[in-house]
C-alpha cells in the first residue's frame, strides 16, 4: 500500500544546496479511547472539505508546523478562489497556487505514485499544494512566516492578507492541525484505531486508494474503514488461515475481507469460529446481524459473494470496480455506483446490517 512516498528534494539553505530524501505519510491514523472528536484540521468555514487532507498532508511533509495547512489554504484561496480561477496572471503564473515558471521548476513536486516519472503538474491541486508547501518551507516557514509568504508573493498586502486569513481558519478549525502516524493492527478492547478522516457524514476515497472516515461516524464505522485500510493491497485468494482476521495476511476473498473489517471495528461477524478464529463464508453472512441495510454499514450477501457498504463507498473483490480494479485483485475500495451492477448477478442477496449501526 502506498502509504509513504519517497520524494528527492532540494532545499536551499543560505548559499548551498542540500539534497535531502523526505518521508511523508499519505494516510493519518488516530487512537480514539472513550470520548473526544478526531484530530486534525477537521473542517473551516469556506474551505472546500475535499482539500482539507492534501492541505494537511502537505504540511506535514514539509514541516510547516501547527498552522501550516492554514497558511496553504490562506495562499490557495487568495491566488485561485480554491480553484476556481485557473487563469494565468498577469506575470504568467499558472496553476491551482500560481506558480511563475522559474519557482514551479524550482520546487514543483510530483505526487501520485500510479505515476512514476510523470512530470509535476500545476493544474493537479495535490502537487501544486505539495509544491507550494516546498516553497514556503525552503524560504523560512515555519519560523518566519511573514518571511516565507512575502517570498512567495513580494508584497507587503499579500502577507498581511494571508496571514490573517490563515489565522482565521485555524481559529475556525478549532487550533492545530495534528500530525499522525499510519494505520496500526489494535485490539478488540480499549482503544479503536481511527484513519484519516474527513469532514461530514460520507466516506472518501483518497487518491492512493485509502479511504478516509467521515468525521460524523461513530467510532466503530471509522475503526471499520481503518480495518480496511489495512487490506487494499492484499491480493484475491480463498485460502484460510487461523490468524486471518487478527493479523493482516497477504490475501483475502470476498468474505474473508468482510469479516476482517467486521471483527476489527469489534462488529464480530456471528459465523466466526472463536475457536480457531476462521472466518466463515459468504453464505453465512446471510445471518449475520440485524435484516435489512444500516445507517452506516450494510453487508451484502449471497451464496457466492458478499461485500460491504461504510459510510457510503464499498469494499469489494468484485469485477465491477474500476479498469485498474481488475477481477481477483483483492479487496479494494469502491464507489457505490457498481452496486447496481453487483447486485444484478443472478444471485439472491441479501442485506445485512451490525445492529445500531
Given at each position: 500500500m502506498r502509504r509513504l512516498f519517497v520524494i528527492a528534494l532540494t532545499l536551499t539553505i543560505g548559499l548551498p544546496t542540500v539534497a535531502v530524501l523526505l518521508?511523508?505519510?499519505?494516510a493519518r491514523s488516530q487512537t480514539q479511547c472513550g470520548g473526544g472528536g478526531p484530530a486534525g484540521p477537521g473542517s473551516a468555514p469556506g474551505i472546500p472539505a475535499s482539500l482539507l487532507g492534501i492541505y494537511d498532508q502537505a504540511a506535514e511533509a514539509y514541516r510547516l508546523g501547527p498552522q501550516g495547512w492554514a497558511y496553504l489554504a490562506a495562499i490557495n484561496y487568495v491566488e485561485t478562489r480554491f480553484g476556481q480561477d485557473l487563469s494565468p496572471s498577469s506575470q504568467g503564473a499558472i496553476g491551482w497556487m500560481q506558480f511563475e515558471p522559474g519557482s514551479w521548476a524550482q520546487y514543483a513536486v510530483s505526487t501520485d505514485p500510479s505515476k512514476p516519472g510523470a512530470p509535476p503538474n500545476p493544474y493537479d491541486p495535490w502537487d501544486a499544494i505539495f509544491a507550494a508547501a516546498n516553497d514556503l518551507h525552503a524560504n523560512g516557514a515555519p519560523g518566519d512566516w511573514p518571511g516565507a509568504i512575502y517570498a512567495y508573493n513580494h508584497a507587503g498586502w499579500y502577507v498581511s492578507e494571508v496571514q490573517q486569513l490563515g489565522q482565521?481558519?485555524?481559529?475556525?478549525?478549532g487550533g492545530a492541525a495534528v500530525a499522525l502516524d499510519a494505520p496500526q493492527a489494535t485490539s478488540q478492547v480499549g482503544c479503536i484505531a481511527i484513519g484519516p478522516t474527513t469532514p461530514g457524514a460520507m466516506a472518501l476515497i483518497l487518491r492512493d486508494g485509502l479511504a478516509a472516515a467521515p468525521q460524523d461516524a461513530p467510532a466503530q464505522v471509522q475503526a471499520a474503514i481503518a480495518a480496511g485500510n489495512r487490506i487494499i493491497d492484499t491480493s484475491y485468494s480463498t485460502e484460510r488461515d487461523p490468524n486471518m482476521l487478527s493479523t493482516v495476511m497477504p490475501s483475502y476473498d470476498c468474505s474473508g475481507s468482510t469479516d476482517f473489517v467486521l471483527y476489527n471495528a469489534g462488529?464480530?461477524?456471528?459465523?466466526?469460529?472463536?475457536?480457531?478464529?476462521?472466518?466463515?463464508?459468504s453464505g453465512m453472512l446471510e445471518s449475520y446481524g440485524d435484516p435489512g441495510p444500516g445507517r452506516w454499514i450494510t453487508v451484502f450477501a449471497s451464496g457466492g459473494h458478499a461485500l460491504i457498504e461504510i459510510a457510503g463507498i464499498l469494499l469489494d473483490t468484485s469485477r465491477f470496480g474500476a479498469p485498474t480494479t481488475p477481477p481477483g485483485s483483492g479487496p479494494r475500495w469502491q464507489p457505490t455506483t457498481i452496486l447496481a451492477a453487483q447486485l444484478n448477478d443472478g444471485n439472491s442477496w441479501t442485506e445485512r446490517h451490525p445492529p445500531g449501526l
Open positions: 518521508l511523508f505519510a499519505a482565521r481558519y485555524a481559529e475556525a478549525a462488529l464480530n461477524a456471528a459465523q466466526v469460529d472463536v475457536g480457531d478464529a476462521i472466518a466463515g463464508d
